[in-house]
């Protein structure tokens, strides 16, 4: 099925992670208070009441961690930075453990011979900017501007990969509108608010980062996918363009110099964020990479339901997978080809693709995950397919090392391709991971 020789020679193969899902160690070192420990805490929140307080204890881990991605072949690995571990007021006072811990980190990544890209912010808000309005509070960009000159400053020696925002979709409308995750408010028009702001201090970012090193490389995380209309009806075929202006454009759009969807915006005209003189310059200043994200598409009826007036649709399946998110990898291809054609980055990375299954341990050590193997392999399919009709996809970072503290649905949920038993914290590379590790050194050795 795949061609590794369609594959780029300097093909990034790698995994992500994030901060909060994997290092534990929420009280240590100076780390302040974020969004996610608060929210997590909260009874009902969090399935079985899990939080991040330990995680898979990466933070005293992290040497082992990195010893068995080099065995594995890897020649990247996409981390995230706790913003509270750095500045546990969120501005301010700076927490030199925290910094520290991250030039450990990071020396101990490039000793591997792996290369780092780092996401700045993946979801874990000081509690402090929280209790100042959090992201709905525009002052929030300039604190991200502040924090981001600070790591930076600090290793941008080492880290020459930068990654502003993950997933803005999900801080914003999971976040605020849904709220689904934290800060779980339940706004739709403050989410509007809060995407425009997240997109403002990217754009922030981007121009700190190019400050410190024009060589730098720098980009933004975006989780994409294909709206299908339910029907050739006009009411769901213009369902499903208001959909994908809600999850897609309303971040492609004016981050490549258009503006936000009038689609959208025009449908709920009472929703669309405050926008300031130069506030989409700023946005929409140059990146060298995209980051996508892709794990499912959707299918979108026209609904009564206010505001957007879509609604989801059961995908046909009939793979579904423990999240009941239907295995469609087609979509990873369609999202790729439409990229290039609307956009075109310069260059795009696979930031984040995998998939959650009902992993079990065997006595000898084992996790037979053929599901989850088969569903990578067929993603892949799907990038190769795009690299060759002239998409230039760079690198793809399975979803994830290992399993993490899956946001609202705690531990049950398991992405890694290292198995974590969270009672003695013992790693297992399962089937998917050694699949992954084979293909990953024949593609590179077959440079
Ligand atoms: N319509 N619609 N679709 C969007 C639905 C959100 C899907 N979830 C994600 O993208 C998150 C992303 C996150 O970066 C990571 O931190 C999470 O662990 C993974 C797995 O959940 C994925």
């Known amino acids: 099925?795949?061609?590794?020789?369609?594959?780029?020679?300097?093909?990034?193969?790698?995994?992500?992670?994030?901060?909060?899902?994997?290092?534990?160690?929420?009280?240590?070192?100076?780390?302040?208070?974020?969004?996610?420990?608060?929210?997590?805490?909260?009874?009902?929140?969090?399935?079985?009441?899990?939080?991040?307080?330990?995680?898979?204890?990466?933070?005293?881990?992290?040497?082992?961690?990195?010893?068995?991605?080099?065995?594995?072949?890897?020649?990247?690995?996409?981390?995230?930075?706790?913003?509270?571990?750095?500045?546990?007021?969120?501005?301010?006072?700076?927490?030199?453990?925290?910094?520290?811990?991250?030039?450990?980190?990071?020396?101990?990544?490039?000793?591997?011979?792996?290369?780092?890209?780092?996401?700045?912010?993946?979801?874990?808000?000081?509690?402090?900017?929280?209790?100042?309005?959090?992201?709905?509070?525009?002052?929030?960009?300039?604190?991200?501007?502040?924090?981001?000159?600070?790591?930076?400053?600090?290793?941008?020696?080492?880290?020459k990969n930068w990654i502003t925002h993950n997933e803005p979709w999900c801080a914003a409308f999971l976040g605020h509108g849904a709220g689904v995750h934290a800060p779980g408010l339940k706004d739709v028009g403050v989410s509007m608010q809060v995407a425009h702001h997240l997109l403002l201090s990217h754009g922030k970012a981007v121009r700190v980062i190019k400050e410190h090193d024009s060589s730098h490389k720098v980009g933004i995380t975006l989780i994409l996918g294909p709206?299908?209309?339910?029907?050739?009806?006009?009411?769901?075929?213009?369902?499903?363009?208001?959909?994908?202006?809600?999850?897609?454009?309303?971040?492609?759009?004016?981050?490549?110099?258009?503006?936000?969807?009038?689609?959208?915006?025009?449908?709920?005209?009472?929703?669309?964020?405050?926008?300031?003189?130069?506030?989409?310059e700023i946005i929409a200043t140059e990146t060298d990479f995209l980051g996508v994200n892709y794990y499912q598409r959707s299918i979108v009826k026209h609904s009564e339901q206010l505001p957007f007036n879509f609604d989801g649709v059961r995908p046909p399946g009939p793979e579904f997978t423990f999240f009941d998110w239907e295995v469609y990898p087609k979509g990873l291809y369609e999202v790729l080809t439409r990229v290039h054609q609307d956009y075109a980055p310069k260059e795009i990375?696979?930031?984040?693709?995998?998939?959650?299954?009902?992993?079990?341990?065997?006595?000898?050590?084992?996790?037979?995950?053929?599901?989850?193997r088969f569903y990578i392999e067929r993603h892949l399919k799907s990038v190769q397919d795009a690299i060759s009709e002239g998409v230039p996809v760079n690198g793809y970072f399975a979803w994830s090392f290992l399993d993490n503290f899956e946001w609202a649905e705690g531990f049950e949920k398991r992405f890694g391709l290292v198995y974590v038993d969270y009672a003695t914290q013992n790693r297992h590379v399962?089937?998917?991971?050694?699949?992954?590790?084979?293909?990953v050194k024949e593609a590179l050795g077959a440079v």
């Not at 997590?40 to 929140?45: D, F, I, L």
């Not at 591997?112 to 525009?138: C, F, K, M, S």
């Open 227 to 280: 709206s299908h209309a339910a029907s050739d009806s006009p009411e769901d075929v213009a369902a499903a363009a208001r959909h994908d202006a809600f999850l897609n454009t309303i971040y492609l759009d004016p981050l490549y110099g258009k503006g936000y969807p009038r689609v959208l915006f025009d449908h709920i005209p009472a929703l669309a964020p405050k926008v300031q003189e130069g506030d989409l």
């Open 1 to 159: 099925m795949l061609d590794l020789n369609v594959f780029p020679p300097n093909f990034r193969w790698g995994t992500a992670t994030a901060a909060y899902q994997i290092e534990g160690a929420a009280h240590e070192d100076g780390r302040g208070i974020s969004i996610w420990d608060v929210f997590s805490y909260t009874p009902g929140n969090v399935k079985k009441g899990d939080s991040g307080d330990v995680a898979c204890d990466h933070y005293h881990r992290y040497a082992e961690d990195f010893k068995l991605m080099k065995e594995l072949g890897m020649n990247s690995y996409r981390l995230s930075i706790s913003w509270p571990r750095i500045l546990p007021k969120g501005r301010g006072e700076i927490n030199e453990k925290g910094l520290a811990f991250y030039d450990r980190l990071i020396d101990e990544l490039l000793k591997n011979g792996i290369e780092p890209y780092v996401t700045l912010y993946h979801w874990d808000l000081p509690q402090a900017l929280q209790q100042l309005g959090g992201w709905a509070n525009r002052d929030t960009v300039d604190a991200f501007e502040e924090y981001a000159r600070i790591v930076v400053n600090r290793l941008g020696d080492r880290v």
């Open 430 to 439: 399962k089937d998917s991971g050694k699949w992954y590790s084979k293909l």
């Open 349 to 372: 990375f696979i930031t984040e693709n995998g998939a959650t299954f009902e992993d079990t341990l065997t006595e000898d050590g084992q996790v037979h995950d053929e599901q989850r």
